[in-house]
T-cell receptor, first 115, second 116 residues
Framework: AQSVTQLDSQVPVFEEAPVELRCNYS??????LFWYVQYPNQGLQLLLK??????LVESINGFEAEFNKSQTSFHLRKPSVHISDTAEYFC?????????????FGPGTSLSVIP | ETGVTQTPRHLVMGMTNKKSLKCEQH?????MYWYKQSAKKPLELMFV???????ENNSVPSRFSPECPNSSHLFLHLHTLQPEDSALYLC???????????????FGSGTQLSVL
């Protein structure tokens, strides 16, 4: 079955500390990988995506994720978090088929940045 | 502001009520989606419309009835819901190129539905 797994449901971290949010995918779902962020009382917003090419992708607000095919992972990292990074983070994967495809989301990781 | 607007933001309804959720986008997108977000569960895709045609119905109970009158508007009609249907219902849109799973999804803020 196609699946995207996020092993940590909650991650507390102190402000200015580094953080890694883990994501693993089943090989059947991986062609495209995404990280979406959901701030309180808002919808999801695309943070970054891997489509092809360089395995390291970056967002404009300091997050980066690395596509690792051998480990079937797409972990999200930030070297120094801010209070404003407190949010729910969703990993997602998609695969193009002959019919219109859908993106499969993981269960989400709640990042809490502690002052 | 993502360009996708959902109304109402909050909705409380009884099990015998009939209500509708509305989604509107002015991004020029051709694909629109309904997702269900329950606590601690992955987002569940409910319906996909591409160029106003329903291309995905993810085994959703018939008490949920979608309607897409044009590429900019999407409705979710609700009737005789159950308490377990309480959740955040998210609308999303994308450019809508057939067969492309690499499209960025633009989400609305959702409607928080409580079924009593």
């Amino acid at each position: 079955a196609q699946s995207v797994t996020q092993l940590d449901s909650q991650v507390p971290v102190f402000e200015e500390a580094p953080v890694e949010l883990r994501c693993n995918y089943s090989s059947s779902v991986s062609v495209y990988l995404f990280w979406y962020v959901q701030y309180p009382n808002q919808g999801l917003q695309l943070l970054l995506k891997y489509l092809s090419g360089s395995t390291l992708v970056e967002s404009i607000n300091g997050f980066e994720a690395e596509f690792n095919k051998s480990q079937t992972s797409f972990h999200l990292r930030k070297p120094s978090v801010h209070i404003s990074d407190t949010a729910e983070y969703f990993c997602a994967g998609g695969r193009t088929k002959t019919s219109y495809d859908k993106v499969i989301f993981g269960p989400g990781t709640s990042l809490s940045v502690i002052p | 502001e993502t360009g996708v607007t959902q109304t109402p933001r909050h909705l409380v309804m009884g099990m015998t009520n009939k209500k509708s959720l509305k989604c509107e986008q002015h991004l020029g997108h051709n694909a629109m989606y309904w997702y269900k977000q329950s606590a601690k569960k992955p987002l569940e895709l409910m319906f996909v419309y591409n160029f106003k045609e329903q291309t995905e119905n993810n085994s959703v109970p018939s008490r949920f009835s979608p309607e897409c009158p044009n590429s900019s508007h999407l409705f979710l009609h609700l009737h005789t819901l159950q308490p377990e249907d309480s959740a955040l219902y998210l609308c999303a849109s994308s450019q809508g190129r057939f067969g492309k799973a690499n499209e960025k999804l633009f989400f609305g803020s959702g409607t928080q539905l409580s079924v009593l």
